[in-house]
């Protein structure tokens, strides 16, 4: 069964460093998210590609947070510099593109700590 | 904001009992819906969907039914089983492939 990857699952980095994750979406998925998830709640989305095109990143604190998927296929998002309140899980999802919602499927995500 | 909230965050249920779990969702827009199940360090997994044109839709030992007058969401899990254990979201779209989510209930299964 086809999966979203992503990479580091683990990261612990110094505040102020920068870090960068990876997603690799199930291929044929137009869609892919990221969310970040703070331990004991819900993911909150960062931002939505639709292709290489960015569709949504309202809540992406743009001063340090960065994403891209420069050929519509992978994606990576950075952070720079990290503070102490970015700790948290961040997920990447994938879904097809469709005229209407559909599932989005999720990867393993990446837990962050930031010292 | 959206807000989609949840009204137990801790469910305690013994090995073999039926499973509720309830969701509350304030945008009346919202047309379609998802319950996912989360273990501990792992991402959400897909457990069930519904659009908001139907009222109950039914999967493997689940169910999930939506009230879209009182915009009420449940999940119930039929004969709970210790690998049910989880924390369970529900999420809502109103807006094209943008989903908000609820803060999670977790799911503790007693054997």
């Known amino acids: 069964e086809a999966e979203v990857a992503q990479s580091p699952r683990y990261k612990i980095t110094e505040k102020s460093q920068a870090v960068a994750f990876w997603c690799d979406p199930i291929?044929?998925?137009?869609?892919l998210y990221w969310y970040r998830q703070i331990l004991g709640q819900g993911p909150e989305l960062l931002v939505q590609?639709?292709?290489?095109?960015?569709?949504?990143d309202s809540q992406l604190p743009k001063d340090r947070f960065s994403a891209e998927r420069l050929k519509g296929v992978d994606s990576t998002l950075k952070i720079q510099p990290a503070e102490l309140g970015d700790s948290a899980m961040y997920l990447c999802?994938?879904?097809?593109?469709?005229?209407?919602?559909?599932?989005?499927?999720f990867g393993p995500g990446t837990r962050l700590t930031v010292t | 904001g959206e807000s989609v909230g949840l009204h137990l965050p801790t469910l305690s249920v013994q090995e073999g009992d039926n499973s509720i779990i309830n969701c509350a969702y304030s945008?009346?827009?919202?047309?379609?819906f998802i319950w996912y199940k989360q273990e501990s360090g792992k991402g959400p997994q897909f457990i069930i969907d519904?659009?908001?044109?139907?009222d109950k839709r039914q999967g493997q030992r689940v169910t999930v039914l939506l009230n879209k007058t009182v915009k009420h969401l449940s999940l119930q899990i039929a004969a709970t089983q210790p690998g049910d254990s989880a924390v369970y979201f529900c999420?809502?779209?109103?807006?094209?492939?943008?989903?908000?989510f609820g803060s999670g209930t977790k799911l503790n299964v007693k054997p």
């Open positions: 999802a994938s879904s097809l593109e469709d005229a209407r919602p559909n599932e989005q499927y």
């Open positions: 291929s044929g998925h137009a869609t």
């Open positions: 590609f639709q292709d290489e095109s960015v569709v949504d």
């Open positions: 945008n009346s827009a919202s047309d379609y």
């Open positions: 519904i659009r908001s044109n139907m």
């Open positions: 999420a809502e779209n109103n807006n094209f492939n943008k989903f908000y």
